[in-house]
């Protein structure tokens, strides 16, 4: 039996609407539709959680990735901005099942009475957020880097950078991000550990060919986690910045260069090498050049030169489903997903733990997480970005491999929409392991997931569910935000 939702009824004096608008299925244009999460004023609001748990028990979830619903403004009326339950999904190869679902739909609306509530049905997956090749889209820095010309030398120059990439060794296709670091206490130790804190899925050593683990171990990996004790984990390397970072860097300054040394610069430069002197303004030119041109070869040769090594995964939670505490007290039937990985860096590159933008993270008072918190992320991808909380927490359908066979489970995360429309995305791939933040820094939680497309929602760990299970998993007595 699903549990009964903790949300209070809608006084009966509202008035019910018994025709619910569908909206065209066509795909959401991010010129025209913003969305936004919904209010405690709208009636649905306060029965989401049976009307959502009643839908993916009724429906069928072969071609659905996520059940969600949210306010959908349009620029033809902004004005008018009704709750939209959208199921994203794999519709377009099974048609007759989506006619199907919305009949269902409608029939469970029916039941619950929420006022003036649209169903759409879009085409559209959701994915944990590890980047990949096949990506277009640069990361924010590197774009900013190419249009200001100017490099940031930090990447080489510091130990470490939280919010910055981070793969396992020789892994140059996929890579996520470096949350911060978290140190830990065992019980009868006066030392504690610190420890640099990601997601399971980047550092899972099926995205990296070059780990020599065997295909049962990581499989036993994903089902049960990495265990301190776990000696094979030993060969679970990880570089920070990711390889990835350091080709793409590498090939940015050498074209860089490559601009600089023109025939005229090179000209220029033999005459200098001669006694020739210059006239007055392609002098200027010239020197500065130099200047710039010396400044992007040391940073090449440093960069060559680095040694990225940051270390072993010591301990993980593999993709692991349990109950989360922060989620209706633990008590909800649906459970949620434990990702989350710790790397033992050596001591050396532990030395900071302020993000590129500036800010140092904190670790309390968490405060509640309620609709529209604004909260933010520094990812590797995304760079800064900000959202809002949304209180309405979707049910994510869940795929796994289990024994040889296909495994569907229904999971609820928290999430998060983004704060502007001019990018409709919160976070991107490779942002995964960015932890979540409140405007005056205080982390709430451990970003892992999001859709690939509309509603392009984000979705978190709460760190107390994260700090409970790296505590239950490690043995650990304290697990707190590393002060530095």
């Not at 029965?47 to 839908?55: A, E, G, P, S, T």
């Not at 993709?319 to 990985?341: E, K, M, Y």
């Not at 909260?375 to 995304?382: A, D, E, N, P």
């Amino acid at each position: 039996m699903m549990a009964s939702s903790r949300r209070r009824d809608v006084p009966r004096s509202k008035a019910y609407s018994q025709g619910h608008k569908e909206l065209s299925d066509g795909p959401l244009s991010r010129e025209n539709v913003t969305i936004l999460p919904c209010q405690r004023e709208d009636s649905v609001f306060w029965k989401w959680d049976q009307v959502r748990d009643d839908i993916v028990r009724r429906i069928d979830l072969t071609h659905v990735s996520t059940v969600a619903c949210y306010r959908v403004e349009t620029s033809h009326s902004p004005s008018k901005t009704n709750p939209t339950i959208i199921v994203s999904g794999n519709h377009a190869r099974y048609p007759g099942a989506t006619q199907e679902a919305r009949d269902i739909i409608n029939a469970v609306l029916l039941k619950y009475k929420p006022v003036e509530v649209q169903v759409k049905f879009l085409e559209g997956q959701y994915s944990r957020y590890a980047s990949h090749l096949s990506e277009r889209n640069a990361p924010k820095r590197d774009v900013d880097e190419a249009g200001s010309r100017v490099f940031h030398d930090d990447i080489i120059q510091l130990q470490s950078l939280p919010g910055q990439s981070l793969a396992l060794h020789g892994n140059d296709s996929t890579s996520g991000t470096l949350g911060d670091f978290f140190e830990l206490k065992f019980p009868g130790s006066t030392h504690s550990t610190v420890m640099g804190l990601t997601c399971f899925h980047v550092i899972d050593p099926t995205t990296a060919p070059t780990v020599n683990v065997r295909e049962d171990k990581v499989e036993q990996w994903r089902k049960s986690g990495i265990k301190p004790v776990d000696r094979m984990a030993r060969e679970l390397k990880v570089d920070h910045p990711s390889p990835r970072a350091i080709r793409n860097k590498t090939r940015a300054l050498e074209k860089e260069i490559d601009k600089i040394q023109t025939p005229e610069y090179n000209l220029n430069e033999e005459l200098v090498s001669y006694g020739v002197e210059l006239k007055r303004g392609v002098k200027t030119r010239h020197l500065e050049a130099s200047k710039q041109l010396r400044h992007l070869r040391a940073l090449l040769g440093n960069l060559q030169a680095f040694d990225a090594n940051f270390g072993r995964v010591w301990a993980a939670s593999g993709l692991r489903i349990g109950q989360a505490a922060s989620i209706d007290g633990g008590n909800n039937d649906l459970p949620t997903v434990h990702d989350w990985a710790l790397i033992k860096v050596p001591r050396e590159r532990a030395v900071r733990n302020i993000t590129p933008e500036g800010h140092r993270l904190k670790g309390g008072p968490v405060p509640e997480l309620v609709d529209k918190l604004e909260l933010c992320i520094s990812g590797q991808r995304s760079g800064y970005s900000e959202g809002y909380y949304n209180s309405l927490r979707p049910a994510r359908i869940h795929r796994n491999e289990v024994d040889g066979k296909d495994s569907v489970i229904v999971i609820i995360e928290h999430s998060i929409l983004a704060k502007s429309n001019e990018d409709s995305f919160f976070s991107k791939n490779g942002d995964s392991g960015s932890l979540v933040y409140t405007k005056d820094h205080v982390v709430v939680g451990l970003l892992f997931a999001g859709d690939l497309d509309a509603p392009y929602t984000s979705c978190f760990t709460h760190i107390h569910d994260v700090v409970t299970h790296i505590k239950r998993a490690t043995g650990a007595s304290e697990v707190c935000l590393w002060e530095g």
